[in-house]
Every structure is written in structure tokens, then in C-alpha cells.
């Protein structure tokens, strides 16, 4: 097979500029889950999914999820399209998940393109809002699938795909659709595969076997039944805002400690095994200051910001609904307010746990405001964090492709990021889960100026067909 697969990369280096076409044609449709005016284009997005790969001759079904109620409308969930290729018992089955939907952007955020116009640059960069998060990692699977068809090689795995279109908005429905079809649609799964996240760095590959979870929070204060003109009420009544952003300056610290108490209670022990982890991998701090442009780190040393970001827990501020932020100055005092903000967890932190823990500390805390406003602390959804063992078949094989494609050792990292559906396949598939990345640390996912490296998406593409060599090999 070592001959096919130098066949197969040569096709591939040979064909790149038909790969880029076809990941032009991809980011020009606005897949915006989290927008009810592009809703459409979400299930436009997925259509094109279900006819590209039935003329690949993939057996193809459209899951619907039925409607959600979005900015005040009741619009239809995109399909989650299943997709199925090879039945051969002697075979290994291999389930592979993506996403479809993209994160909003406009040029006006401060991009220096349009962002739903791909863009190759002279450095090699690719550049459209998502081109690394996720399409691009999506229809490489589907490109390395034709290369092996033009080709005439046999595909030697049986392979399940599983593509959403709301992943970056909470994935409703999925998991209860992976639990329905776990014995029908997925039956027989060996392992999974998820390209849903990124290098450590920008040089050197890696699989990652760990991500944090996520509970997202708002903290909705009331006070007069409408919004006041301060000139007259300034000094008269309880403003929500006030007793809102005394609560929020309670929550995390401007180092980044977590001020509720017995949130770290929860977390992992270190062990001398995981802290020699930390040692010999590529990141550098200086990388992130270079990619941010400002010295911003929290912490000194590279050890510290890694577990910072993979084994500790984050608490971060995100925005406050409700009070005026557009240019120009307007004195009005807001009626109601939601302040919002995320935990990431780790392990071994239980949902229900940092849920009470965060209700009764807010509580607490509002009380201390003596406001007669009122306040409503909820969860509005959340996620497990997971971890598996980078021993596994799965990531032996996973890193025998990096090495055939790269000549190099694959690093084994942690994500400070959360995909909530990675514990699902595991659980409900009873099959281990390999994260493969495609893109590298500085693609600015869910940014301005997202971007995917030309040498990452080609090479991406190569190490899909080597990983399904090595599954069949196991």
C-alpha cells in the first residue's frame, strides 16, 4: 500500500488548485447558524454537502432536527447529514464528525478581505471565515475520498460521516440524534475521528486527547418596568447595572484566579506523570505575543500557560445584554440587564457541582449590593470536559500518518477549547475518539482574518488518506 500512498500524495500536491477552488466555493456561502437571516444559507450549506457526496456514491440521509425559536422567529435546524461509504465486514469502521456552520463575520469587524471571499495570499495563507473551522477540514475527508476513487485505489475502511450545521451554536439535537442512531446509522463504529481543532504551534502536528468542558451563564438583573433618563433618576433608584457589574467584578480575578469558592476543590490532582507532559513540546509564549501583538500572558513561563489552558479551570467575561454600547453618549439607565460568562472546566469538575456553586455565590454576592433590584442566575448550557489515553490504537495509528506525512512525531497536546459532542461518540458509540488536527495555532478561529495555511490544508488532506491506511493496519 506504500506505493498507492505515494500515488495518492502525488495526486494530491498535483491537484491543489482544485482543492482550493473547492474550498473557495465552500466559504462563499454564509453558513451563520447563530443568524435567523442566514438560516437559509446554513441549509444551503448542507444541500451541497448531500450532493457532493451522493456523486461520490456516498449513501446519504438527511436528519432533520425540527425548529428552534432564534431572535423572535421560529426557523428550521439545518440537517445533520449522515453519510455512509463501505459496508465490508472485514473492514474497520471508521465515524468521522464535522461541522458545516461558521461563526459570524462581517468586513466591517475588521477584516482585511470579505470574508466569505476566499483569499490566497503571497505567505500561503488562505484566507475566509471558516476555512479552518470547519470546512475546511469537511470537504478535505470528501477530497481525499475522490483522490482515492480517480485514482482506482480501495478505500480500506468503511467510513461513517457525520457532519452538523449548528455546532457553533450549541448543537441542538445532535446528541440525542447520536444516541437514536447509534446501533442504526453508526452500528458496528470501531473509532471516530473529529477534525475540529488545531496544532499547538505553527510548525509541528499534533493529536490531542484532552478538552475542557463549558457552562455558559447569565445573570439577568431587573429593576423599573422601563428604561429611566438619569438626569432625573440618577441617585434616586436601584440601577441594575450597577448591582450587575458588582457581581461580575466578584467572579475572576485580573490574573485569571477564579473567585468562587470551592470550584478548584473539584479539579485533578497533579501527578509527576502529567507534569512531565509539559515538557519538550514547541509552544513558546512568544508565539502568542506575536499573534496577538501584545504581551497580554498571564503567566511567565510556557508550562504555566499551557496549564493554564488545558488543566486548570477559566472563568471568562463576555458581554452584558441590554445596556447601551453603540458610539456616542446616551444617559439612560437600562430597565434589565444580562451579564454573560463561561467556565471551562476540567477534570474532574461535575456540571451539577459548578452549577450550585456558581448560583449560591452570585446569589450571595447580589445580597451583599443591598439592591432592590432583582436577579435570575442561570445555566444556559453546558459540556463535559473529556480526556482519553494517547496509548490508544486510535492515536497509534493517528500518529503513524503524521509521521508518514510530516517525518515527524506527532506532539500530544490538551485543548483549552471545548467540542461537547467528543464524549457523546464515545460514550454512545462505545468507540475511542481521536482529535486530527488540520490547522495550526494562530488560524484566528472565530476571528478576523480566519485563515487556513495552504501547507496545512494540502498536507491535511495527505494525512486523511495515511490515517485510513494505518486504521486498516491496526
Known sequence: MTDKLEEYFQYVED??????????????IPSVSCEAERRSE??????????????????????????????????????VVLGKYGEDPAKKTL???????VQ???FSDGWDTEPFTLVETEDGRLVGRGSTDDKGPVIGWLLCLEAHQKLGIE?????????????????????????EEADKWFKNTNY???????????????????LRGNNYYHIEVSGPAADLHSGVFGGVVHEPMTALIQVMSKLVDSHGKILIPGLYDQVAELTPEEEKTYEGLSFKNEDIISDLKSDVLAHKSETDTLKARWRYPSLSLHGVEGAFYSSGCKTVIPAKVIG???????????????????IKYITEQFALTESKCTINVKCEHSGRWWYASPN??????????????FNTEPEFTREGGSIPITITFEEELKANVLLLPMGSANDGAHSTNEKVNKYNYINGIKLFGAYWQEIANL
Not at 488548485?17 to 473557495?24: S, Y
Not at 478505500?155 to 450545521?165: A, M, Q, R, T, Y
Not at 471516530?192 to 509541528?204: E, F
Not at 460568562?341 to 452549577?355: G, L
Open 155 to 179: 478505500i480500506p475502511v468503511n467510513l461513517n460521516f457525520c457532519f452538523e450545521g449548528m455546532e457553533e451554536s450549541g448543537s441542538i439535537g445532535l446528541e440525542e440524534l447520536i444516541h
Open 192 to 210: 471516530t475521528c473529529i477534525c475540529d481543532n488545531y496544532w499547538l504551534g505553527t510548525t509541528k502536528p499534533c493529536l490531542t486527547y484532552g
Open 340 to 358: 454573560k460568562f463561561s467556565i471551562r472546566s476540567v477534570p474532574n469538575m461535575e456540571i451539577d457541582t459548578i452549577n450550585e456553586l456558581v
Open 95 to 101: 465515524t468521522i464528525y464535522g461541522h458545516y456552520d
Open 42 to 79: 446554513v441549509i444551503k450549506m448542507g444541500n451541497w454537502l448531500e450532493s457532493r457526496m451522493k456523486a461520490l456514491g456516498v449513501t446519504v440521509k438527511l436528519a432533520e432536527l425540527g425548529d428552534q425559536m432564534l431572535e423572535g422567529k421560529k426557523i428550521p435546524l439545518p440537517p
Open 104 to 106: 459570524p463575520a462581517n
Open 15 to 28: 491537484n491543489q488548485a482544485f482543492f482550493i477552488e473547492q474550498l473557495a466555493e465552500v466559504v462563499a
Open 392 to 405: 490508544h490504537p486510535n492515536y497509534i495509528a493517528g500518529s503513524r500518518a503524521v509521521k508518514r506525512v
